[in-house]
């Protein structure tokens, strides 16, 4: 069996056939979510001479609004339920226990 490293911090360290098949698993695994999901593809059809690009799996809310893609204001909805959460404890502090 062989010896496994992985660095970490700058050193190597080593580690166990599991736990190296895990790290580099979950570092791949990262990689894809980081960089290539986030990447545009282009499949080009030389028969036709026609490129045509395949856009990544993931947007940016920034590239969406840039676009004119429109959301639903929900921080309006938030801030209104809290200044009436507020005011209702404001409200409920003056009563008496009985009240």
Not at 57 to 66: G, I, K
Not at 81 to 88: E, F, G, N, P, T
């Amino acid at each position: 069996m062989s010896k496994k490293y992985y660095i970490k911090g700058g050193k190597a360290v080593e580690v166990s056939d599991e736990i190296h098949k895990y790290l580099t698993t979950s570092d791949r695994q990262m990689r894809y979510c980081d960089e290539d999901r986030k990447q545009s593809d282009w499949d080009i059809d030389m028969e036709n001479e026609k490129v045509t690009e395949i856009p990544s799996r993931e947007d940016s809310f920034e590239r969406l609004t840039d676009i004119g893609k429109e959301f639903a204001d929900i921080t309006s909805d938030f801030r209104e339920q809290a200044i009436r959460k507020v005011m209702l404890n404001q409200a409920l502090s003056k009563l008496s226990d009985e009240e």
